[in-house]
């Protein structure tokens, strides 16, 4: 088999998250595999106890309204899913590689080796992803952390700017001017009006 005709790419595109696992759907593995979707589940339905339900499971009408959905706008979609009498079923990396088993053609065997290297390839880059957000999230907390003490440390520092700016703006403020008592005998007429009028009073 030419893997130009079939990279990864096209085989990853197809895979989809539902329930928290990576599923292919039925129309989609029956394409890879060279096959009718009606002849790929007529195959699995004759060998139902290979198919649990960790390898394959049917959609919701809720779940394949939001893929329909999802699809409609989607300008990558990997097949296209109009027109059928009843909810697909999708399978699980396992349940791909059970299909390919009972379908027992040349093609599906082959191909059954990419969708696992698929299926492997896409779980790596999830991991990557979460070590990556990990790490993104140990950077975020340290850069708090390193903030808050960074807004701690200016609030201290301008609180003690302003305590010296404070005891500055007192040395540069002029005294207040004292009143200078006069040197010698004070003459009734030196005093003031009404110190002599004061003593006048004190004399009657």
């Keep these: 088999m030419n893997t130009d005709l079939l990279p990864l790419e096209a085989i990853t595109q197809r895979i989809i998250f539902l329930r928290e696992q990576k599923v292919l759907l039925d129309a989609d593995l029956a394409t890879l595999y060279g096959v009718t979707t009606k002849r790929l589940n007529e195959q699995v339905k004759r060998n139902q106890e290979r198919f649990p339900s960790d390898f394959m499971f049917q959609l919701t009408e809720g779940e394949f309204a939001a893929l329909r959905s999802h699809f409609a706008t989607s300008n990558d979609a990997p097949a296209k899913r109009g027109g059928r009498r009843y909810l697909p ?63 701690d440390f200016a609030r201290n520092t301008r609180m003690q700017l302003r305590q010296v700016f404070e005891v500055i703006q007192e040395l540069m403020e002029p005294p207040e001017p004292t009143k200078k008592r006069p040197i010698g005998f004070v003459t009734p007429e030196e005093k003031k009006p009404d110190q002599t009028k004061a003593a006048k009073n004190m004399l009657a």
């Design 89 to 151: 079923f999708v399978f699980t990396e396992h349940g791909a590689i059970m299909a390919a088993m009972v379908l027992n053609s040349p093609r599906a065997t082959e191909v059954s080796v990419y969708v696992v290297r698929a299926f492997v390839q896409l779980r790596e880059l999830l991991a990557s992803h979460r070590d990556l957000a990990q790490k993104l999230e140990e950077l975020e907390q340290k850069t708090r952390a390193l903030t808050k003490r960074h807004d």
